[in-house]
Nanobody, 114 residues
């Protein structure tokens, strides 16, 4: 069974930073592009950023210049460094392959509020 375990979320003030981590099963991590997705209250889940096995990255316009995705292939882990957070970034953040598999982890809540 594929496992995706996200962590690192929390409550942060506007302008603050957080670093999310996602530990993935080796069977999917090694061969796939990985992505971070988010779902804000009342909205559909959206792709925020992705990274190929070779390290090529893409970002949604809304996070470009503020978020940075990276991966450690030896640890089967993908990271999301989030800087200059604003309230519009409040959401549950998930990692998955890109395109996503049907299996999703529990996500990690990020709340940006003063």
């Amino acid at each position: 069974q594929v496992q995706l375990v996200e962590s690192g979320g929390g409550l942060v003030q506007p302008g603050g930073s957080l670093r999310l981590s996602c530990a993935a099963s080796g069977s999917i991590f090694r061969i796939n592009t990985m992505g971070w997705y988010r779902q804000a209250p009342g909205k559909q889940r959206e792709l925020v950023t992705s990274i190929t096995k070779g390290g090529i990255t893409n970002y949604a316009d809304s996070v470009k210049g503020r978020f940075s995705i990276s991966r450690d292939n030896a640890k089967n882990t993908v990271y999301l460094q989030m800087n200059s957070l604003n309230p519009e970034d409040t959401a549950i953040y998930y990692c998955n392959t890109m395109p996503p598999r049907d299996d999703w982890g529990q996500g990690t809540q990020v709340t940006v509020s003063s």
